[in-house]
């Protein structure tokens, strides 16, 4: 299987500030048909996951443009510009290159 | 708008068996695959298997295949996950989720069902 590692965040952070938030995948997520599999989720308090981004870079529709994702086949960034109070939550990445499909274990965004 | 209404939460003693439905609208069911996941207490997502309604194919993940099992009624639109041999391990929410050809296989969640396992 393949295993997401997901890094912390120095929380709290600053509202207006920028927040990174780092994710690994144990094989490379990159497929032959040069799109990289890996997708992102936002958990907000008491709420289902919601869809970020995926293809490691696209934003979902209606996901706002503060949020962009990069990264090479095995280690990527989500990064929220400007983080306001809406942002809070555990944010997870996730991989479907291969079944089974696995996430990392989250990571939590607080805002002062 | 897609749509996905999960039955309320069950509780059920240790060794028996729930089963959790999860109503879809918006769109034709079955167009698209349907995802459930697990959430333990305060832990992270578990993928758990995928139904294709269309067909009634199944695929579950290693740890998931003897505790469940995933069935479709296209009459309704509706998907269900049902779990066996309930222990206090099988205490979480439990969310269907349905996936958007090519691009992620949960575009669109269900607002999640607790099953709480107890004596």
């Known amino acids: 299987d393949i295993v997401m590692t997901q890094g912390a965040l120095p929380n709290p952070v600053p509202s207006g500030e920028s927040a990174s938030i780092t994710c690994q995948s144990s094989?490379?997520?990159?497929?032959?048909?040069?799109?990289?599999?890996l997708n992102w989720y936002l958990q907000r308090p008491g709420q289902s996951p919601q869809f970020l981004i995926y293809?490691?870079?696209t934003r979902a529709s209606g996901v706002s443009d503060r949020f962009s994702g990069s990264g090479s086949g095995t280690d990527f960034t989500l990064k929220i510009s400007r983080v306001e109070a809406e942002d809070v939550g555990v944010y997870y990445c996730?991989?479907?290159?291969?079944?089974?499909?696995?996430f990392g274990s989250g990571t939590k965004l607080e805002i002062k | 708008e897609v749509q996905l209404q999960q039955s309320g939460p069950e509780v059920g003693r240790p060794g028996s068996s729930v089963k959790i439905s999860c109503k879809a609208s918006?769109?034709?069911?079955?167009?698209?695959?349907m995802n459930w996941v697990k959430q333990s207490p305060g832990q992270g997502l578990e993928w758990i298997g995928w139904?294709?309604?269309?067909?009634?194919?199944?695929d579950y993940a290693e740890k998931f295949k003897k505790k469940a099992t995933l069935t479709a009624d296209t009459s309704s639109s509706t998907a269900y996950i049902q779990l066996s041999s309930l222990t206090s391990e099988d205490t979480a929410t439990y969310f269907c989720?349905?996936?958007?050809?090519?691009?992620?296989?949960?575009?669109?969640w269900g607002q999640g069902t607790l099953v709480t396992v107890s004596s």
């Open positions: 139904i294709d309604p269309e067909y009634g194919s199944t």
């Open positions: 996730q991989q479907d290159l291969e079944f089974p499909l696995t």
């Open positions: 918006g769109y034709t069911f079955t167009d698209y695959v």
């Open positions: 989720a349905r996936d958007t050809m090519g691009i992620t296989p949960f575009a669109y």
């Open positions: 293809w490691m870079s």
């Open positions: 094989k490379s997520l990159l497929h032959s048909n040069g799109k990289t599999y």
